[in-house]
């Protein structure tokens, strides 16, 4: 109970944070008055939220579908596609305020449908492993086709795409928090319901049939429900790394690996981690902004090496 | 022949991977009571897993049935089955550490609602499984502090927390030293004479089996080599015939023990 209140505290303080401190003065007294609080802020922290929240969520669940705890959603090569398809619909110019995010869905979509094909061995079974190579591979494919349209296109054309890929969380808008409050609850839940026959994929295929578990369905059910929401995130903030790699792995030491508490767990610390990494992203060089995925890299990445040296203490 | 339904029944089942020249199972029956032990003995690759894997409905045979309870393997449910068969798998990962009662839990999915919690009747069953296994000792240490021993003692809790009437056991007792093979046999045998269980065990201890089990099937290349009481089985030409060695049968106990015999190399 006290680790649920202490996280909950934690999300309390990284909203409120989040929306007292800017690159814009507003005395405490004005925030809930402020335009720019109520048009800007407050979206843009929503959004970080839903989004950290839903990588933290993919990241842990698909540690436990391809059973190796170094998995992120992003292994997946959905940011690959999704590069590529903002990419060509700025090649294309593709206008209209959704024409980004909508090829970027469409283009992440594209390579979990490839990725996914390409994991199914013999037909029928999603064979995990293949499954993550294959990830690498479709990843590498579209970031190649994506660098040889980029380098065709003209210069102030590429510096978009790039900035868009990259940009996080500066498209937040109220309709994009209201799209993606509407769209995550049922990838969540689907992978809410495999709790359970996650904690036992994680003995094995064999053992958990076994113990009562459908392992094929289970299997993609998770992986489609987790690149559903990863796709979402990528979407409408661009390629944030780091979140659904770390935060399943901290929110672990605590919570232990039992999905049912550990999903929930990664959400709220996921977006509770996205949060501090945007303010920051707004705050320390303004009034320019830094991208958010380069925060939670700089921040992640040690954190990571720290992790990965407990395992290894462990092994 | 008795006239309770059998727990497990195979009946002439024939099974080829795909894509293999030749047979894994070839015509091989079997049928387990409640409260009876059963073992499957033979050499490596002789179809023993594949055998257990048929019966369970994880492979679909050539020809002949494989039945559960009475109802064709594979047209159970995996989470009904697993209220009737709890099953040992030869490996298992541990891809995340874990403490020994968490994983003992994890046998009561089965059992639980897709949305409930873990009831007390869940936590009963988990404690009674730890205490059947002498384990309860165990019960807050993390698994990868267990010796080979303890963490046997511990799958074997996790399958009974799922309240099956048939345990299958695949090559429980590989890589235990004596002391603690002979435990997890006496302890499977205290299971199915107090308890009424009906065990399945495939194992390499031939004179193990023929000391615990009440009848033993003699697998040989996919085939049934012999299947009866072990007195009826282990016979000297059999044995011989079946592992390719030399051995002569002792009586021990009133059981029959095999004793590999030594081939002398000619003198050069």
Redesign the interface.
């Known amino acids: 109970m006290k680790r649920w209140l202490g996280l909950g505290a934690l999300v309390a303080l990284a909203l409120v944070s989040a929306v007292a401190l800017g690159p814009a003065h507003v005395a405490l007294s004005d925030l809930p008055s402020s335009a720019i609080v109520r048009s800007l802020r407050v979206p843009r922290a929503l959004l970080a939220l839903l989004v950290g929240g839903s990588l933290g969520v993919a990241g842990a669940s698909l540690q436990?579908l391809v059973?190796n705890?170094l998995a992120d959603p992003f292994l997946l090569g959905l940011s690959g596609g999704a590069g590529l398809g903002a990419v060509l619909a700025i090649a294309l110019h593709v206008a209209g305020p959704w024409a980004l995010p909508l090829a970027a869905f469409t283009g992440a979509l594209g390579a979990m449908a490839l990725v996914y094909r390409l994991g199914l061995v013999g037909g029928a079974q999603l064979d995990p492993r293949v499954l993550l190579l294959a990830g690498v591979a479709v990843g590498a494919f579209s970031g190649a086709i994506t660098t040889a349209i980029v380098s065709l296109a003209e210069a102030a054309d590429l510096r978009n795409a790039f900035l868009w890929l990259w940009g996080g969380l500066s498209g937040a808008s109220w309709d994009t928090v209201l799209v993606m409050a509407v769209y995550i609850p049922v990838p969540l839940v689907v992978l809410y319901?495999a709790a359970?026959?996650l904690?036992?994929l994680?003995?094995?295929e064999?053992?958990a049939?076994?113990?009562?578990?459908?392992v094929e369905p289970l299997k993609r059910r998770v992986y489609i429900a987790a690149s559903m929401l990863t796709a979402a995130a990528v979407a409408v903030s661009g390629v944030i790394g780091f979140v659904g790699l770390i935060v399943p792995h901290i929110t672990?030491l605590v919570w232990?690996?039992?999905h049912r508490a550990l999903l929930p767990a990664a959400f709220l610390g996921g977006g509770a981690l996205l949060l501090f990494a945007d303010t920051a992203a707004r705050v320390s060089v303004a009034p320019r902004e830094l991208p958010v995925g380069i925060v939670t890299a700089l921040v992640g990445v040690p954190l990571f090496a720290v992790l990965l040296r407990r395992w290894g203490a462990?092994g | 022949m008795s006239t309770v339904t059998p727990l497990l029944s195979v009946q002439r089942v024939t099974y080829r991977y795909p894509d293999a020249s030749g047979d894994a199972l070839r015509d091989v029956s079997l049928e387990i009571r409640p409260g009876e032990f059963h073992a499957v003995l033979g050499p490596n690759g002789s179809g023993k897993t594949t055998l257990i894997r048929v019966a369970l409905g994880l492979e679909a045979p050539a020809a002949g049935t494989a039945e559960i309870a009475g109802r064709a393997a594979a047209a159970w449910s995996r989470r009904d089955l697993a209220r009737i068969v709890g099953v040992v798998a030869q490996r298992e990962d541990n891809l995340f550490p874990q403490q020994v009662r968490e994983t003992v839990l994890l046998g009561r999915y089965p059992h639980l609602s897709l949305w409930g919690a873990e009831r007390p009747v869940d936590r009963d069953a988990v404690t009674r499984a730890l205490e059947r296994c002498d384990a309860l000792g165990l019960a807050d240490r993390w698994i990868w502090t267990l010796s080979g021993g303890e963490y046997q003692r511990v799958r074997l809790a996790r399958a009974l927390a799922q309240e099956p009437s048939l345990l299958v056991l695949d090559e429980p007792t590989a890589s235990l030293d004596v002391r603690h093979e002979m435990e997890l046999f006496e302890l499977v045998r205290v299971l199915v004479d107090g308890g009424g269980l009906a065990v399945l065990m495939i194992t390499h201890h031939v004179n193990l089996a023929a000391r615990f089990a009440d009848r033993v099937l003699l697998l040989a290349g996919g085939q049934t080599a012999a299947q009866g009481t072990p007195r009826s089985v282990l016979s000297r030409e059999t044995v011989e015939r079946v592992f390719a060695w030399p051995v002569a049968i002792e009586s021990f106990d009133g059981h029959p023990q095999m004793i590999p015999l030594r081939q002398p190399k000619e003198p050069a």
């Open positions: 436990a059973r705890p319901a359970r026959p904690d036992l994680a003995l094995g064999e053992p049939t076994h113990l009562g578990a459908d672990r232990g690996h039992r462990r």
